[in-house]
């Protein structure tokens, strides 16, 4: 058993190689691993507001959302960006939630071209050297939708000539509900003649491709070193955002995973049992939220449960698993055996 339990904790060390940020905190995010570089410091924050999850936004299908969000409103020209913990030289992927709040300002259904006031991009610099023109590609942005209160995304891959609006919005586009959180990647492919941009809303399968585009006459960059969010005044949309994961994989920033972050205290006993044939029980006097992880790092069950609640687990195959117990602001990591 002793064996088991080290390959166990090694597994968790090694099952996640995703740049993560939940927003965590209250204080600016240019105090918080982001840099500032266009407009006023200190300006973009993080939302501890109740939304979906607490003060998160929540998709089913990914990890449990944790801290608050963050917000861009139209109401100044800010610019910040965050470093990639690795630049690639490949291919980059973003995934992040975001819900809509406010399309006032945002263009018309009837306007084919690319938004000016894009939220969103991958840069071929980092930090103050970051441009939103030069080196910018995979910038996303948003017009209204055909009917009220929807809107559309764009993807412009890169700038330079005439850009056909199929490339930007897809051949078919989509109006989106304005309120709604969605789940959004996007990826920038440099691995052919051309950089590629391809982008993915509700959806887990790679293969339901929202649309993807090499348009732009622009060079294609051959290596990304962050990625950079946008307020602008004209034209621009209201936009929370939440669960910014960044990696050079579909899995990095789709799959539910555990990562060494959610390991907070993993030595109070937290369970019942650990060798489990059918069910535990989860020995807390408050509201939990629960997450049971296979050995591949794949999440297998989650739940929210009342104080001092069983948890059933006579529907999964024998094994070894981790479990994840959220505990108010702590949280708490268990090894069990089901037989």
């Known amino acids: 058993m002793k064996k088991i339990f080290t390959l166990l904790s090694l597994a968790i060390i090694s099952v996640v190689n995703a740049q993560y940020d939940g927003f965590a905190y209250n204080t600016a995010l240019d105090q918080n691993g982001w840099t500032t570089h266009s407009g006023a410091t200190g300006t973009i924050l993080p939302l501890t ?3 979906d999850d607490g003060n998160s936004l929540a998709y089913s299908g990914i990890p449990t959302s944790k801290g608050n969000r963050t917000s861009l409103v139209p109401s100044a020209n800010i610019s910040i960006n ?3 913990n690795e ?3 490949d291919v980059v992927y973003a995934s992040f939630l975001i819900k ?3 399309i006032e300002k945002i263009p018309a259904n009837t306007v084919a071209t690319a938004p000016g006031a894009y939220f969103f991009f991958f840069s071929n610099n980092e930090k103050n050297n970051v441009s939103d023109g030069t080196g910018s590609v995979s910038r996303i942005g948003l017009r209204k939708g055909k009917t009220d209160g929807t809107f559309n995304i764009s993807l412009a891959n890169t700038t330079g000539g005439s850009i056909p609006e199929s490339e930007l919005y897809g051949t078919s586009p989509i109006d989106y509900k304005v309120n709604q959180t969605y789940f959004v990647v996007v990826k920038y492919d440099m691995t052919g003649d051309k950089g590629k941009s391809s982008i993915w809303v509700n959806t887990l399968s ?3 491709t929202h649309h993807t585009s090499e348009a732009g006459t622009s060079n294609k960059q051959t290596e990304i070193k962050s990625v950079a969010l946008r307020e602008r005044i004209s034209q621009a949309s209201g936009v929370e955002i939440d669960e910014l994961r960044l ?7 789709t799959k539910a995973t555990l990562s060494t972050d959610d390991i907070v205290d993993k030595n109070r006993n937290i369970i019942s049992n650990n ?3 059918d069910q535990f029980k989860v020995l807390s006097n408050q509201q939990t939220s629960i997450e049971i992880y296979s050995l591949s790092g794949q999440l297998v069950k989650s739940s929210k449960l009342a104080p001092q609640s069983n948890v059933n687990i006579s529907n999964l195959s024998s094994g070894v698993y981790v479990i994840k117990i959220t505990e108010g602001t702590k949280t708490y990591t268990q090894k069990i055996i089901k037989k």
């Open 275 to 277: 060798l489990i044939v």
């Open 247 to 253: 990696g050079t994989s579909w899995d990095e920033v």
């Open 49 to 51: 507001t109740s939304s």
């Open 100 to 102: 809509v709040v406010d």
């Open 87 to 89: 630049s690639s030289k």
């Open 206 to 208: 790679e293969n339901d």
């Open 82 to 84: 965050k470093s990639l």
